[in-house]
Structure formats: structure tokens, C-alpha cells
């Protein structure tokens, strides 16, 4: 099973995708993560990234591209593989189709967590992470950590992302808007397209979300 989770920014896409790849045995394409960790490499590629997402602006198309495709290459392709924040518009879902294409495979379902933009900020300004293992936490929510700004799962410091901050937030929600509608139109028509409300507790989410994929 091949599947995209789509959603505005903190609509919970990287909450669920870490139940649903513990669920399902799935290869996780974590693209923000992903990106995170090549801007905190030591060159002139890596200071462009780092800047471009502090500022909430999207990568190039063709360097997303190069890195899914290393990533489809190098994982098991026997397991089925789950896009959490890949692809971001019409042109990355084409480029996404094509490669999986070569192997054989497709994608199956497009899972759009849909939450407000009230919502989005309000997620947004609560959300820690964990430096070391990735764990998210919320200090608005009842996900907040045991202690105070420490991972309940490692131990290790937790932090706020760059790319929190107001004004980031704000062009963030800007370019979904306007990148990712057109796929969720596109999914529709194919069919594949899977809504879920993602205004509901994490565990109910993820119940609808496994029910819908039955
Ligand atoms: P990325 O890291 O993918 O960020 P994003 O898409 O903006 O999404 P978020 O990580 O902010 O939110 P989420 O939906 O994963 O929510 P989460 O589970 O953390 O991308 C970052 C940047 O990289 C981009 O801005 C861009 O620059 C670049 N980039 C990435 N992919 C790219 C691409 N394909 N092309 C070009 N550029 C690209 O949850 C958020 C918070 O809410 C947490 O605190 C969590 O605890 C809480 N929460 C989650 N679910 C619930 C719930 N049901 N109820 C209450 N609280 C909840």
C-alpha cells in the first residue's frame, strides 16, 4: 500500500504518519525531516535550504524529486511506502506517479487531514519536538511532555522549529493553499482520495483513518 498524507501545516500529518507506519510496517518519507537534517550540513546547498525553509518557502521541484527517488531506490520496495509532505502541488504528484511508475506501483490512496487555519496556528505555537528521536509534543494540548521540555520517549532536550515562528506559519498556509488544492482535486478525480476531520483527538483520527483504509 502507497499512500500520501496531506493536510495544512500541523494538521497532524507527521502524528498520524508515525501510527500509521508502526501500523502498517510502511517506509516513512519524512520530506521536512528530511530536509532538516541536510540544512544542518556544512555548505553552500545546505545554507540555501536552511534559509529558504525558515523564511516557510518550498524547495525547488527537482531537488524534491532527487530526493524521493533516492529514498524510493534505497528502501525495501516489497514494503509499501507512506509521502508525509511529498508531494506539494500538481507538479510533484506527477513527478511522484512517474517514478513509482518504474517500479511497478502506484498510489492508492491520498489521506487529506483537513483542519482549519485557526486550528493550524494554534497547533503551531504549542508544538515541541524532540531533538534527538523526532517525538512531537504540544505545551496547548494534553500531548505535553512528563517534564518540562524534555522527550518523554529519549529523554533528550526538546525544542521549537525555526519555521514556528508567525510569520513563517503565515507563508506556509499561503503556498498550501495554493499548491496543494489542486491535488487534492486531482486525487478526487482519481478516486483515491481519502478526508478525514482532523479536529478530533489523535487516536480517533487514526481509528478513522485505519477504518477508511479497510
Ligand atoms: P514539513 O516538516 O513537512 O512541515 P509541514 O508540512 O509544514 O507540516 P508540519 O510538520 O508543520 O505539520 P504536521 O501536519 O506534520 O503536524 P504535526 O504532526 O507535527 O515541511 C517543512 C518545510 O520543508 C516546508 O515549509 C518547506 O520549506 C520544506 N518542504 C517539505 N516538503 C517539501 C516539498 N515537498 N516541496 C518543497 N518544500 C518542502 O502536528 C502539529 C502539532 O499538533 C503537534 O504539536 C502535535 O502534537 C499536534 N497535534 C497533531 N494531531 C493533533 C490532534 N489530532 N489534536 C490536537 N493536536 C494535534
Known sequence: MNIILLGPQGSGKGTQAGLLVQKYGLNWFEG???LRSIARSDNERAR?????????????????????????????????YLFDGYPRGVSQYEALVDMLKRFGKGIDRVIYLNISEDESVRRLSGRVVCAKC?????????????EDMKCS?????LERRDDDLPEAVKRRLELYHQRTGPILERAGKDGILLEVD????????FEDIVEQLK
Do not use: H
Not at 540555501?48 to 520496495?77: C, H, S, T, Y
Not at 520517549?153 to 532536550?157: A, E, R, Y
Not at 482532523?198 to 483520527?205: D, H, K, M, N
Open 153 to 157: 520517549k529519549c529523554g533528550s532536550t
Open 134 to 146: 523526532g517525538e512531537i509534543y504540544n505545551l496547548n494540548t494534553e500531548d505535553k511532555p512528563r
Open 32 to 34: 521536512g525531516k528530511i
Open 198 to 205: 482532523g479536529e478530533r483527538p489523535i487516536e480517533t483520527v
Open 48 to 80: 540555501e535550504i536552511k534559509v529558504m525553509m525558515k523564511r516557510g518557502e518550498l524547495i525547488p521541484d527537482e531537488f524534491m524529486r532527487l530526493i524521493a527517488w533516492d529514498f524510493i531506490n534505497k528502501n525495501d520496495q516489497n514494503k509499501g
